[in-house]
């Protein structure tokens, strides 16, 4: 099996170098899901495409029916323009090594299509969409439009039933290397766990008036905005430190010109936290935030809140197993084991998964030394480390679950339970929501400065019908 990998290792890095160069962002990843699927059909095999737009999968089977193990590969790129790397009209570019993620499960695929007759179970090679969080009111149109419920990839593909007859699930990512660092590396401890998350989609309206000849027959957008996000700021303090929550964000539009006062402003915020509890506490103050700054300058707001990722919690006995394929893929020297105990900030859709299902993963190397992932620098510049590597863990990790009657398998997919598909979406709906606060205000009356500025003060509360008012 392992000697497969080998033979085919060029075919599987020209795949992750092409994947580089032609990067797409979620839910758009059209040609890389082609060559996802041209690889598939070369394999002999029959890939489903278009799962959550995108999406492309196909089943190995096993000597009998058992478990099946699903391998993930991430289709989508974020969009950092000054990566070397980035594409010259979107942006986009590989900073998480998502090309390498999926050119390695077709570099496990080709080694297990050897041995398949050996196993207890099926494998399910899947290219999946959009796990990055980004281009919120892009994805929110197609949400509008019927195209997608769950803005991110795993989720929607839960929602729509793409892994029910799936048991468990084999991911890789890369990190960040050092020039003489492991091939591998496996998150260990039983208290490993990381941040969920909320997005929220915000936008300010006021009204436009000249900002020279009478600036208070406007409604200043983008002033409203600035006092939402020192509110949101002020805030921090009445975070717990046990929820260790996150709030980012990045202003999208702020007004077209500075001799107009402005009539429209846009944010897009992320708010992590560590539980599901914390997270819903963590929204509502920004949100309680967001409408002070909409209040204070007689503004409207509205604030859609999609749900991102739920909190991750570590499988007990998974990063054992993982350890145990890697040594015997690469060799115990190439393989390093780090214990966590504690909590990350970061996020990720695996979380979700894992809330329906056991998730195995490894880290590889093989990325450019000093970069941290979603940097201007970091991609995979060695194949052997950042994709090789993970395709041979992950090729005997799905043998050490699938081998003997699948009894590592069943073991895991036993271990704790899971959520139901349904009990999983109504959880995530139940994160979601949408308001405007307080409406949008009415045109300026004909008249004086100083009438015009009454009717400004009075119409900041004066609901429109149809409207979600909250006082």
């Known amino acids: ?56 999968r196909a089943r190995l089977r096993g000597r009998c029916p058992g478990p ?39 570099g496990a695929g080709l080694g297990l299509a050897e041995v398949m007759g050996d196993l207890d179970g099926d494998v399910v090679l899947f290219a999946v969409p959009a796990e990055e969080t980004i281009e919120v009111g892009w994805r929110l ?27 468990l699930a084999i991911t890789s990512h890369a990190t960040v290397s050092t020039p003489d660092g492991p091939s591998i590396e496996v998150l260990g401890g039983a208290g490993a766990s990381a941040n969920g998350a909320v997005t929220k989609h915000v936008v300010f309206r006021g009204r436009a008036a000249h900002s020279g000849h009478e600036p208070w027959a406007g409604v200043d957008a983008q002033k409203a905005l ?41 944010l897009e915020i992320m708010v992590r936290a560590a539980t599901v509890d914390g997270l819903r506490d963590a929204s509502g103050k920004v949100d309680r935030a967001l409408r002070a700054g909409a209040q204070a300058l007689g503004a409207s707001v509205e604030i859609t809140t999609a749900a991102g990722y739920f909190p991750l919690e570590a499988d007990p006995g998974g990063a054992e197993l993982a350890a145990a394929a890697a ?31 056991p998730v195995l993963s490894v880290l590889s190397g093989g990325a450019t030394p000093g970069y941290g992932p979603h940097s201007s620098g970091f ?30 398998a069943r073991a ?38 100083a009438a015009r500025s009454r009717a400004v003060a009075a119409s900041s509360t004066v609901p429109v019908a149809g409207s979600r008012t909250t006082p």
């Open 1 to 56: 099996m392992l000697a497969a990998i080998d033979r085919q290792a060029g075919r599987i890095a020209a795949l992750s170098e092409a994947i580089l160069r032609d990067p797409e962002t979620g839910f758009r990843e059209v040609r890389t899901a082609a060559r996802v699927e041209a690889e598939l059909r070369a394999m002999g095999l029959r890939p489903e495409t278009e799962l959550a737009i995108t999406g492309v």
């Open 68 to 106: 099946t193990v699903a391998i993930i590969g991430e289709l989508d790129a974020l969009a950092v323009p000054d990566h070397p790397f980035a594409g010259a009209a979107t942006g986009a570019a590989h900073a998480c090594g998502h090309n390498a993620q999926v050119a390695a499960m077709i």
């Open 141 to 167: 149109e197609q949400r509008a439009a019927g195209r997608l419920e769950f803005i991110i990839g795993k989720p929607e593909l839960i929602r729509l039933g793409a892994f029910d007859d799936v048991d």
């Open 226 to 266: 600035t006092v939402a996000t020192v509110a949101i700021d002020a805030q921090r303090e009445t975070f717990r430190d046990a929820d260790h929550v996150r709030v980012h964000y990045t202003i999208s539009a702020g007004g077209n010109a500075i001799s107009s006062v402005p009539a429209e402003a846009r």
């Open 327 to 357: 040594r015997a893929a690469v060799g115990a020297g190439q393989v390093r084991v780090h214990e966590i105990t504690g909590h990350s900030g970061v996020s990720t859709d695996v979380a979700d998964l894992a809330r329906v299902m």
């Open 379 to 408: 991609y995979i510049a060695d194949s052997d480390r950042g994709v090789i590597a993970p395709a041979k863990a992950m090729a005997l990790l799905t043998v050490e679950l699938l081998r003997d009657g699948a009894a590592r």
């Open 412 to 449: 895991l997919t036993a271990a704790r339970p899971r959520m139901s598909r349904d009990e999983y979406v109504a959880t995530r709906r139940s994160l979601e929501g949408a308001e405007t606060y307080p409406s949008a205000p009415s045109a300026p009356p004909a008249g004086g400065g």
